[in-house]
């Protein structure tokens, strides 16, 4: 999975309680990305860095945060979860980014559960 | 949405035979991408194609582009159990890449 490691790889939690899934990468890559695929909707990004402490948001960022304080580490927040918050979550990475070509490598996925 | 659609939603063939898949889009873009998910696993990147270039290939792969249609197909020759996986189209326009909703392949032996 190209150097990249997410963590946990599974969680369960109760709906209002804060989450935080890490992402690690250890290519030296300048974005990161997260995204949640669920069915029947594919990959949606949540919100995406294209450096330390540079983030923006994705298509369905309501409900999450990010943070990037080091290049190797991109960190996604719930910060009161709920139940449609259930998901797998990926992280990616690329090295080039802005439109141009962003082949982008996925670590292995962080499945949540919210009950 | 911005979303790509992908079709079909599933194939099931022989292995041995050919899987063709198809993508359409609706914005201009830099570039298409495919890439390849097996079960419980992330993304793998497969092939991208620029939006000047009409067909590429990579060893059974073989990927075509009509920007004039927005429509992308992949096909995958001499297909191989390990095939096996869901395949997805992904378009880059000037914002990030845009994922379609997938194809979930299943080859039988």
């Known amino acids: 999975d190209a150097g990249i490691t997410q963590s946990p790889r599974h969680k369960v939690t109760e709906t209002g309680t804060p989450v935080t899934l890490r992402c690690h990468q250890t290519?030296?890559?300048?974005?990161m990305y997260w995204y949640r695929q669920d069915p029947g909707h594919g990959l949606r990004l949540i919100h995406y860095?294209?450096?330390?402490?540079?983030?923006d948001k994705g298509e369905v960022s309501d409900g999450y945060s990010v943070s990037r304080s080091k290049t190797e580490d991109f960190l996604l927040t719930l910060e009161s979860a709920t139940s449609s918050q259930t998901s797998v979550y990926f992280c990616?990475?690329?090295?080039?980014?802005?439109?141009?070509?962003?082949?982008?490598?996925f670590g292995p996925g962080t499945r949540l559960l919210v009950l | 949405s911005q979303q790509g659609e992908e079709d079909p939603q599933a194939l099931s063939i022989q292995e041995g035979e050919n899987a063709t898949m198809n993508c359409s889009y609706k914005?201009?873009?830099?570039?298409l991408q495919w890439y390849r998910q097996n079960s419980g696993r992330g993304l793998v990147h497969l092939i991208l194609?620029?939006?000047?270039?009409r067909e590429k290939h990579s060893g059974r792969l073989r990927v075509t582009l009509d920007t004039s249609k927005k429509s992308s197909s992949l096909l995958i020759t001499a297909s191989r159990a390990a095939d096996t996986a869901s395949y997805f189209c992904?378009?880059?326009?000037?914002?990030?890449?845009?994922f379609g909703q997938g194809t979930r392949l299943t080859i039988n032996p």
């Open positions: 990616a990475i690329s090295h080039q980014g802005g439109g141009y070509q962003e082949t982008q490598y």
């Open positions: 290519e030296n890559h300048r974005y």
């Open positions: 860095s294209y450096g330390v402490k540079d983030t």
């Open positions: 914005t201009s873009i830099n570039n």
């Open positions: 194609i620029r939006s000047n270039e």
């Open positions: 992904a378009f880059q326009g000037a914002q990030k890449l845009v």
